[in-house]
């Protein structure tokens, strides 16, 4: 009788609870992953400074590079600075820029305007101090030449990336759905990964191969995002869903990261060596990968019991385990969905303002302000930093709300565009009236891009609110029209202020057409936009053809 019970109930060892949750992990791990993209990303606008010798074309050079001779100290700062005049040790971090164009007369021609010096140099004689590669060359590596590229070339790099991540963005949100985030973001930023370390051996053939393979870079990493949020979808308790949405700030780590790493090595090493070491660290980056992420609780055999059950318990009322087929995707409702239109507009404002600051923030830093390119990549570094600590800070008080009930998610979301698209607006306005006062100037840039940091709670979260079963698919095409943001915003600084050497007041255009967009952007998600579950989130059952024939024929 007692050898019977012992077999009745044989012993059980309880699960050993991890110090680190599974779903930690998997946060940590998403956050990583839209840092490594970003990384791929900016190397572009960054290394397009170093690696292009602009060629002025009868133009003005920025209204921040001064000939100390021609323009005594006191007429070289700003009304604003003059008020303030926080100390002459500001000039330190600011570099005289020097191109000693010979013009036929070997003299310079000194201009005044807004009451800045401005050198007017002559486009036909080339720059004495700066060896350019030839253009017909056998290859030669770690040789740090740059390329004769014009403005337009450089704007057309720049804008390479965007013209891949629209439609990466749609092919992201299919291939989460079809394969899941782990399938679909190893072997794109394996793709990403490899072209960016070929990307000085394809320039030296012709710039043209280059802007196609920032062309791929850009489809991989328009499927990182929605890859993202499929993800987090499947992964994030309804409780604490705004502190993952915040691990999509990995980003924007990766741009704190990438902008002084990528600008130290291409000064003090050169400019091919910045396009190797990061893709090197990003092999790595996908090994680690492949060992820790998984689609889901369900998937992932590394979970506990209790974690899996705390999850999905959860998620019982929102999110399917199952994944959805193409076919029971509501695509019509999906996009005829005021609230869904209304988070498109609002999410293009905020790509809009995050398209200048990857792609031309550095122009305006180092050819406008007159920054050297190491110190230029730390201050375009700091509004990021900002961004990703309001971010934080946002998401907190998202999840306090939600918890204690204080308001609805969709006024949450609503009060939230004010901080992530009407002030940064305002701040990009300041930006082009403090001149060269270079305190003011990144002041104003770090808070607009700080305050953006709010975005985590309004147009990044809202796609979760809507259709949490379809969150990747409808970021996917969300992002896809936002990022044509990225198409528009290098050639658009080209023209407006690139060709005519950057100065200040052309690049006070530019603000206010970003101010622009993003403030108009808000006023549409204020009057269209929902923080509800749509009807259209459920999954139907799929029919099968035998099911349709079976149907009982009228007679």
Avoid at 344 to 370: E, P, R
């Amino acid at each position: 009788m007692h050898q019977e019970n012992n077999e009745r109930t044989p012993l059980i060892i309880p699960p050993r609870k991890r110090w680190i949750p599974m779903r930690i992990l998997i946060c940590v791990m998403t956050f990583t992953a839209c840092w490594t993209s970003y990384m791929c990303r900016l190397q572009m606008p960054i290394l397009a400074v170093a690696m292009i010798h602009e060629q002025p074309l009868n133009l003005t050079a920025g209204v921040c590079a001064f000939n100390e001779q021609a323009a005594p100290p006191r007429q070289r700062r700003s009304v604003i600075l003059d008020v303030l005049d926080p100390g002459s040790y500001l000039e330190n971090y600011v570099l005289e820029r020097v191109e000693l164009e010979r013009a036929e007369s070997q003299e310079y021609k000194i201009t005044k305007r807004h009451s800045l010096h401005r050198r007017q140099v002559d486009s036909a004689s080339p720059s004495p101090d700066v060896v350019t590669r030839p253009r017909r060359s056998n290859f030669q590596l770690f040789s740090g030449l740059p390329f004769d590229w014009t403005p337009e070339v450089r704007g057309q790099l720049i804008a390479a990336y965007s013209y891949g991540n629209v439609p990466g963005n749609f092919i992201g949100g299919y291939l989460a759905l079809r394969y899941g985030p782990r399938q679909a973001v190893l072997w794109t930023s394996l793709v990403a990964a490899v072209a960016s370390l070929i990307s000085p051996i394809l320039a030296q053939l012709h710039w043209g191969v280059l802007f196609f393979s920032r062309i791929i870079v850009g489809v991989t990493g328009g499927v990182v995002f929605p890859a993202a949020h499929t993800m987090i979808a499947k992964w994030a308790p309804p409780n604490e869903k705004s502190r993952f949405v915040w691990s999509l700030l990995g980003g924007t780590f990766g741009t704190i990261f990438t902008y002084p790493m990528v600008a130290a090595i291409a000064e003090t090493v050169n400019w091919e060596s910045a396009w190797y070491i990061p893709s090197l660290l990003m092999f790595v980056w996908i090994v680690v990968w492949a060992l820790v992420a998984y689609d889901s609780p369900m998937e992932h055999p590394g979970i506990t019991p209790e974690e899996k059950d705390y999850i999905l318990s959860s998620q019982a009322d929102t999110v399917r385990p199952e994944k959805p087929t193409w076919k029971q995707t509501p695509v019509k409702k999906i996009l005829t969905s005021v609230p869904f239109i209304s988070l498109i507009i609002c999410h293009f404002g905020n790509l809009f303002l995050l398209c200048f600051y990857q792609n031309s923030l550095m122009l305006y830093l180092t050819k406008a302000l007159g920054f050297q390119l190491t110190k230029g990549g730390v201050a375009a570094g700091a509004p990021w930093a900002g961004r990703m600590l309001f971010g934080f800070f946002f998401s907190w008080i998202s999840d306090t709300v939600k918890k204690r009930n204080l308001m609805s998610t969709t006024i949450l979301r609503k009060v939230a565009t004010i901080f992530s698209h009407l002030l940064p607006g305002i701040f990009l306005i300041l930006v082009g009236y403090v001149g060269c006062d270079i305190v003011l100037a990144n002041v104003c840039l770090i808070f607009a891009l700080a305050f953006n940091g709010a975005a985590i709670i309004s147009n990044l979260s809202n796609n979760q609110d809507l259709a949490p079963n379809f969150a990747g698919f409808l970021y996917g095409i969300m992002n896809m029209i936002g990022s044509i943001s990225g198409m528009i915003i290098p050639p658009m600084v080209e023209e407006i202020a690139g060709k005519y050497g950057n100065p200040i007041d052309r690049w006070q255009t530019v603000f206010w057409i970003g101010a622009a967009v993003c403030i108009a952007s808000m006023v549409v998600f204020l009057f269209g936009g929902n923080g509800q579950i749509q009807s259209w989130n459920e999954i139907q059952p799929e029919r099968s053809d035998n099911q349709e024939l079976e149907r009982p024929q009228k007679s």
